[in-house]
């Protein structure tokens, strides 16, 4: 069974800018979750989504949205970018929840200039 | 305070030791994680507990519901062991993941 992928894993972008990052689960799973990783603040949770809902929010700016499609393939999306925004965006899917096994995708590390 | 709380931030060892990384936390919760993030940041999910003790090969996880403390061990560690190791709180009642802040452990051949 395939792994968790995430597109791209590198992107450079420039102040004032938006992106997109894409997360495919691993096929099966319906949960799939958003976190930022920062050296100064560590791992954080952005936001989960189930079965194309977005169930819960973490304590970002609404720059910060998400979607998830009926295949169970999520977006989340940054506006108007900062450079306090350089991070590595991971995605998790589990089967449910994230009360269960999470599996990891390998990141897109973001860079804002 | 942090709601997860991870001790020791750092640590060295020699091949073959016992390690032991600790995690406390603050909150009531409904599920425990460790995780394990290697350089380039893949994470890996070791052991997902909420209650008593979990063991997979080498590495051994504990939870104490009641003190609000858990344990990831390693036993007869390898230098393929050195990586940051994250505890990971679900919150009673609430779908969020709470992070430490992880402990880099370095295993010396």
């Known amino acids: 069974k395939a792994g968790v992928t995430q597109t791209p894993r590198y992107l450079i972008k420039t102040r004032g800018q938006q992106v997109t990052l894409s997360c495919s689960p691993i096929?099966?799973?319906?949960?799939v979750s958003w976190y930022q990783q920062t050296p100064g603040q560590g791992l954080q949770f952005l936001f989960e989504?189930?079965?194309?809902?977005?169930?819960n929010k973490g304590n970002f700016p609404g720059r910060f949205s998400g979607r998830q499609f009926s295949n169970s393939r999520s977006e989340m999306n940054v506006s108007t970018l900062e450079l306090g925004d350089s991070a590595l965006y991971l995605c998790?899917?589990?089967?449910?929840?994230?009360?269960?096994?999470?599996?990891f995708g390998p990141g897109t590390r973001l860079t804002v200039l | 305070k942090n709601e997860v709380e991870q001790s020791p931030q750092n640590l060295t060892a020699q091949e073959g030791e016992f390690i032991t990384i600790n995690c406390s936390y603050s909150?009531?919760?409904?599920?425990l994680h460790w995780l394990q993030q290697h350089p380039g940041g893949g994470i890996v999910s070791l052991f997902m507990?909420?209650?008593g003790k979990k063991k997979h090969g080498r590495l051994i996880a504990t939870i104490n519901i009641q003190e609000k403390h858990s344990s990831l061990h390693i036993t007869a560690s390898h230098p393929r062991d050195s990586a940051v190791y994250i505890c990971a709180v679900l919150s009673g009642g609430n779908e969020k993941l709470t992070f430490g802040t992880g402990t880099r452990l370095t295993i010396i051949p």
């Open positions: 096929s099966g799973h319906r949960s």
């Open positions: 998790a899917s589990s089967l449910a929840s994230p009360a269960a096994t999470q599996y």
């Open positions: 989504y189930f079965s194309e809902t977005q169930r």
């Open positions: 507990l909420s209650s």
């Open positions: 909150v009531g919760i409904s599920a």
